[in-house]
């Protein structure tokens, strides 16, 4: 049998240094999940969401994907908000994204990747919106960064036009969306002050009746 070792290792090393800072702390986790937090952050390895907000398990519900796009076609990404918003009765929706991430680095270029081309078409439908602003900007780093931060607030935008968060609204549920973007070289997260609270703070042509 073929075995990562020294992941099984590590995860029973994990496990005893958490129950003997807390010996109860498996038994509560095991019994119910109870999270005021969605993240909807991006796949990237180096952007782990329970461990930049110095969080545990049991915190924060996450849904993860590249670039963390909010598209209204995903059923995956849907299914997760629909359970985070109406089960769990999360409080707070934080989109997460990261600056020189990878996808949307690649959807800023010319080139074929394969089937991920797909996903990166919505991105790269959002890079031509703002075009003329990105493009004058002379350093390549900071188009790509810029870019970043306004995916994360189209991304805000997509998940309060869905039917799941404005009928959460109309019901009266406290819910609140937010916009966030990470730095990796300094471990430091960044508001992109965008929080979305009601149904009346978004464009009237998405506004369900």
């Known amino acids: 049998m073929r075995v990562l070792k ?4 590590r995860n029973k090393q994990w496990a005893e240094k958490v129950k003997k800072s807390d010996p109860d702390f498996f038994v509560n986790l095991s019994k119910q999940q109870n999270p005021a937090y969605l993240w909807i952050g991006c796949s990237d390895s180096r952007v782990p969401a329970n461990e930049i907000v110095d969080m ?3 915190e924060i519900f996450v849904h993860r994907n590249i670039a963390n796009l909010v598209i209204h076609t995903d059923l995956n990404c849907l299914s997760v908000l629909q359970y985070a918003v109406e ?4 409080k707070h929706i934080i989109v997460c994204g990261h600056y020189g991430c990878g996808g949307i680095r690649a959807a800023m270029q010319n080139k074929e990747y394969g089937l991920i081309d797909n996903w990166l078409r919505n991105i790269k ?4 919106q703002h075009q003329a602003k990105i493009d004058a ?3 390549q ?3 790509i960064n810029l870019l970043c931060e ?7 935008a997509n998940i309060c036009h869905t039917t799941i968060v404005q009928r959460a609204w109309k019901g009266g549920q406290e819910l609140d969306v937010h ?3 990470y730095s990796i070289e300094d471990g430091i997260l960044k508001d992109l002050n965008v929080c979305i609270t009601n149904i009346d703070e978004i464009s009237q042509i998405h506004r369900i009746k």
């Open 6 to 9: 020294n992941l099984f290792d």
């Open 56 to 58: 545990m398990p049991g």
């Open 87 to 90: 089960v769990l009765q999360v």
């Open 125 to 128: 439908d959002l890079y031509r």
């Open 137 to 139: 900007l002379e350093d």
């Open 141 to 143: 780093k900071e188009k």
């Open 150 to 156: 306004l995916n994360v607030i189209e991304q805000v």
């Open 179 to 181: 916009g966030w973007i």
